[in-house]
């Protein structure tokens, strides 16, 4: 087999995992932490700095090529997995999928990762574990296969390939007013995120969010280049439901009015409320999405919390609960998960938004950039941390080098042919 040995190296995320529950309960910010105790299991302090594994696969020809594990800033909330822990994961991996490494054919992916994915005593690895170890097997095949990371997508799910470029989208963290002026004059598809976390943020009856998302606006038409028009989008973190009430004609009504005042703009609104469970956020997102679309408004609800896994994703897309699917990279495990999330959410008419989070790496978002050009999923996010100029640099080089290549291997098969 072509895999002869595994190494593991202990790595920095590239922002925090932070105790979402605490936030929402009023922890107060003193600088860059929360001042208050935390309330997530697993947290010892609200914010703890991102803490990864890469894992690394020597081959036979002496290469080693690598993939990067960690959770999401947001760890242990909204049915996700808990805390990352280097220690335990670095000794799971060991024992257990260390040595089914050493027996797959690195050179089929898919099938890498059915076998080494294979649930013990019926329990499925770590999300974490699943994710790095695939972008390793993912690289581990197209080195094998002299292809991109996005052709050997495009072979196995028999796809064709990609031409186009896939819209990127930036998110700002607390730093929102400087952030935003970067992303209008980098002229990012997609913008700005705002982190609106915190009752402080969102204001009373969403006042303070509402002249946020009218500030934007017109900041974009103020120092945007003539004929920039980005899509607006803002995640809330579930605060219309807290502040506004849990009953989905409300929360809609909320929406229009915020999506009015910003005529011209496509408004996306990431997680306006948390009901509490996966069923439960579908009923109710159906609805919300049922009504904004019976008064065609410009508004379009995107689901992140309670919906993780691939199997979730599959229940919103199919009871139309979303016009946008965040597939949040860490938390559907697998890659080729992530691929299949992708082409679900196409299957079924609604929007895939590859996605992830600020703790991820080079390394996880590189190969995102690849999964998200060969299923062409309709936008992906600017990752790791929480600052523009990086993760925009990282995820929108690596896709201008994905399709130069593209270009050149199709242009090959032209002349061929």
């Given amino acids: 087999m072509q895999i002869t040995d595994v190494l593991l190296a202990s790595g920095n995320g590239a922002f925090f995992y932070d105790d979402q529950e605490a936030i929402r309960s009023g922890a107060t910010q003193d600088g860059f932490i929360y001042v208050a105790a935390p309330r997530t299991p697993g947290f010892k302090s609200i914010r703890i700095p991102a803490s990864s594994l890469?894992?690394?696969l020597v081959l036979t020809d002496k290469t080693v090529v690598w993939g990067d594990m960690m959770n999401v800033q947001?760890?242990?909330?909204?049915?996700?997995?808990?805390?990352?822990?280097?220690?335990?994961i670095s000794d799971l991996t060991s024992r257990m999928v260390a040595p089914r490494l050493l027996n797959v054919d690195a050179s089929r992916f898919r099938d890498s990762c059915t076998m080494v994915f294979a649930p013990a005593e019926h329990l499925r690895l770590p999300l974490a574990v699943e994710y790095g170890v695939s972008q390793a097997l993912l690289r581990a095949a197209a080195h094998l296969q002299r292809k991109t990371m996005a052709e050997i997508i495009c072979a196995e799910f028999d796809l064709p390939l990609p031409r186009c470029r896939v819209p990127?989208?930036?998110?700002?963290?607390?730093?929102?007013?400087i952030n935003v002026d970067k992303m209008i004059l980098k002229a990012v598809d997609v913008?700005?995120?705002?982190?609106?976390?915190?009752?402080?943020?969102?204001?009373?009856?969403g006042l303070t969010f509402m002249e946020f998302v009218k500030w934007v606006a017109t900041r974009t038409r103020e120092i945007g280049r003539p004929g920039y028009h980005p899509v607006l989008h803002f995640d809330v973190y579930g605060w219309i439901g807290q502040e506004i009430g849990l009953e989905p004609q409300r929360i809609a009504d909320f929406i229009c009015k915020v999506a009015d005042t910003v005529p011209g703009f496509t408004l996306n609104i990431e997680s306006p409320a948390d009901f509490g469970s996966t069923q439960s956020q579908i009923e109710n997102y159906a609805q919300i999405?049922?009504?904004?679309?019976d008064r065609g408004s410009s508004a379009r609800i995107v689901v992140d919390e309670r919906c993780n896994t691939l199997e979730d994703i599959r229940l919103f897309a199919e009871a139309k609960a979303v016009h946008l699917v965040q597939i949040k990279t860490p938390d559907v495990g697998s890659i080729a998960d992530t691929a299949r999330a992708v082409l679900i959410c196409k299957a079924n008419k609604v929007g895939a938004y590859v996605g992830g989070?600020?703790?991820?790496?080079?390394?996880?978002?590189?190969?995102?950039?690849?999964i998200s050009v060969a299923t062409q999923a309709d936008m992906m996010l600017a990752k790791p941390g929480m600052g523009?100029?990086?993760a925009f640099s990282i995820v929108g080089n690596e896709q201008n080098r994905l399709l130069a290549m593209l270009n050149r291997r199709r242009t090959q098969n032209e002349n061929v042919g």
């Fill in 54 to 56: 890469s894992i690394g």
């Fill in 74 to 88: 947001y760890s242990g909330a909204g049915g996700r997995d808990p805390l990352f822990d280097t220690n335990q």
């Fill in 168 to 177: 990127i989208y930036c998110q700002s963290g607390d730093a929102r007013e």
């Fill in 191 to 205: 913008l700005p995120h705002g982190l609106i976390n915190s009752r402080q943020k969102f204001g009373t009856d």
């Fill in 289 to 293: 999405v049922s009504i904004l679309d």
């Fill in 357 to 370: 989070s600020c703790t991820e790496t080079d390394l996880s978002a590189q190969a995102s950039v690849h």
């Fill in 388 to 390: 523009v100029d990086e």
